[in-house]
């Protein structure tokens, strides 16, 4: 056997100037890069070695460029980029009740879900996103837009009470969501969660059900929960007790919990987190623009609870931008502690890529770039006015750049994203369809 016959086989080779594997704190490689072989990664390896190493590889350098983990968006309600813009600058419950359930009611079908989520997918490849925990109606349709775009994603069997135009109840959201989770389960970039709404818009026999089946299954919750001041004071009033102590009570705090927002926690209940290994998926951006609270992000990191970043969804945020949403983490966490070492640079970008793979429970899969892990990553291009000089790529991703910078994005082993352009969506039509929804739910006189 010859020498070459412990090196693994390679399909491709791309280097850049940093590479950020996201595995060491404040840890990057200068003039590095990763060798993919199909849909994984299985070799890292310095630029001044691929020639000798690696002869007969196709190489791309990525001059000025810094490769990443992709972002892992933890929550987010896709098909709602059609309804982007439609009503701002209320509270929660009055944007919902008013001006969100109404039209929801009304126009969403499974055209909607799919060109919406298709829509929202062209986006969050645009901006650097590799893998999104959704949360909305017609779970089999967002999962086809998934399948047929190749970004991965963890899809919500979403579950409310009251009827939609998805189920009838929470039995019948329970029971379709299990038949598309049966549809999907062996695609390679596609996993499930459930996603029961809210402790107030889900009952707690409903609760019970999928604190049994997520058990039976290993598939992880997300869930709504301690969003609001508002949403806690109601429910105790209604049920005598916090909305995390009813989860606490049925038996949901564990590591297969997503409490999604917790903007409202006390001691006692950061601790129940921590010793379940429950994580938390903050979304900054909603939290201020609906001006529901603040996540104490310092207090669970350092009670040691898994802190991931969302974007929530296009209405309420108004976009998918991680970039954007990990920063506004790291500024909002430095405001609300008046400590400007409360959340760095690093621990914002480690929220967005390896706490959501561990929320979602892909850690094995993804959220770092590792020998055997999947090839999901990105490149951002700093050689701009904007983000030059480089001292530190780390520095410069959280509090520099912008998504436009993001440059290529790979998800499996396979281009999504090349120069900024999509290679499996069709942006004229996305474009087009999603203004034909624009007309037809706000039609203009
Ligand atoms: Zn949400």
Redesign the pocket.
Known sequence: MDNNSELPQVDQIITADWLIPMTEEDLWLDDFGIAIKGKKIVDLVAKDKVAEKYPEVKHLHLEGQVLMPGFINS?C?AAMNLLRGLSDDLPLMEWLEKAIWPVEAKFVDDNFVYQGTQHAIAEMLLSGTTCFQD?YFMPNQAAKAVQDSGIRASIGMVIVEFQTAWAQNAQDCIDKGLEVFDQFKHSSAICFNFAPHAPYTVAKETLEKVSMLSNELNVPVQI?VHETEFEVESFIKEHGIRPLTRLKEIGLLSPLLNA?HMTQLNEGEIDWLAESGSHVIHCPQSNMKLASGVCPTLQLMQAGVNLAIGT??AASNNDLDMIDELRSASLLSKLDYLDPTSMTAYQSLYAATMGGAKALGLQDKIGSLEKGKRADFIAIDLNRIETQPVYNPVSQIAYASSRDQVSNVWVNGKQLLKNRQLTTLNSELILSNTQQWRKKIRPID
Do not use: E, I, W, Y
């Open positions: 929550h309600h949360m709504h999604v929530d969804g």
